[in-house]
Nanobody
Framework: VQLQASGGGLVQAGGSLRLSCTVS????????MAWFRQVPGKEREFVAG????????DYADSVKGRFTISGDNAKNTVDLQMNSPKPDDTAVYYC??????????????????WGQGTLVTVSS
C-alpha cells in the first residue's frame, strides 16, 4: 500500500488548510488511519486518528476543536481539516495507516505504512 499526502503550504494563523492523504494499493477501509506531525529535534507527534469503520475518531488535546479528520471510502482518501491553526502547528505532517490499531493508536510505532510528509507553515 502507498500513501500520498498533499495540501501543505503557508497559512496565516486563524485561517484554514486542508490536508489530504490518498491511499493506493488497498482500500481505505482496510486500515485505521492517522495524521502525525514532526518538527526538527522532536519526536513524531499524534495529531488525529480515525478507525477503519469511521466510527471512532481521536484527537490530540492540542488540536481538539480546531482540526477534523475524515475519511472518504469512495475516493480512498483521509483528510485533515485544519481550522484556526496556530504557529505552534507548524510542522511536517504525515499520514499513516495501521492494519489494526491494537494497543495504542497515538503511538507512531503502531503504524505500518507512512506517507512522505507535507510541510505546513503557520505564520503569525
Amino acid at each position: 500500500v502507498q500513501l500520498q499526502a498533499s495540501g501543505g503550504g503557508l497559512v496565516q494563523a486563524g485561517g484554514s488548510l486542508r490536508l489530504s492523504c490518498t491511499v493506493s494499493g488497498r482500500t481505505l477501509s482496510s486500515y485505521d488511519m492517522a495524521w502525525f506531525r514532526q518538527v526538527p529535534g522532536k519526536e513524531r507527534e499524534f495529531v488525529a486518528g480515525i478507525s477503519k469503520t469511521g466510527s471512532l475518531t481521536d484527537y490530540a488535546d492540542s488540536v481538539k476543536g480546531r482540526f477534523t479528520i475524515s475519511g472518504d471510502n469512495a475516493k480512498n482518501t483521509v483528510d485533515l481539516q485544519m481550522n484556526s491553526p496556530k504557529p505552534d502547528d507548524t510542522a511536517v505532517y504525515y499520514c499513516a495507516a495501521a492494519r489494526s490499531w491494537g494497543g495504542n493508536r497515538r503511538r507512531w510505532l503502531s503504524y505500518h505504512y507512512w506517507g512522505q510528509g507535507t510541510l505546513v507553515t503557520v505564520s503569525s
